[in-house]
Nanobody
Framework: QVQLVESGGGLVQAGGSLRLSCAAS????????MGWFRQAPGKDREFVAR????????YYADSVKGRFTISRDAAKNTVYLQMKSLKAEDTGVYYC????????????WGQGTQVTVSS
């Protein structure tokens, strides 16, 4: 099993920044990718960003391109999401994911961390 623990959420004013972290522990011997999804109140969960563990290639939702940056520290099995120029519509619960097999796999999910952007 793999455990994912997120941190770094909070309340921030529009235009501000936050950095989320997600540390993986347990059976982390095989990571294909890690990333972030989010869910706003009353809306479906949506993809935010993903990083391929081997090589570091990144993918972003169009809504966050140019504002969010995903990165990793492979030695610590940790993924980060630097969020800048935050907007009210970025508000939601942010979930960390870990995939073992392919870019489409989301095998493990964290508990989520709340991000609230006040306008």
């Amino acid at each position: 099993q793999v455990q994912l623990v997120e941190s770094g959420g909070g309340l921030v004013q529009a235009g501000g920044s936050l950095r989320l972290s997600c540390a993986a522990s347990g059976r982390t011997f095989s990571i294909y990718s890690m990333g972030w999804f989010r869910q706003a109140p009353g809306k479906d969960r949506e993809f935010v960003a993903r990083i391929i563990w081997d090589g570091g290639r990144t993918y972003y939702a169009d809504s966050v391109k140019g504002r969010f940056t995903i990165s990793r520290d492979a030695a610590k099995n940790t993924v980060y999401l630097q969020m800048k120029s935050l907007k009210a519509e970025d508000t939601g619960v942010y979930y960390c994911i870990l995939g073992r097999d392919s870019i489409a796999s989301n095998d493990y999910w964290g508990q989520g961390t709340q991000v609230t952007v006040s306008s």
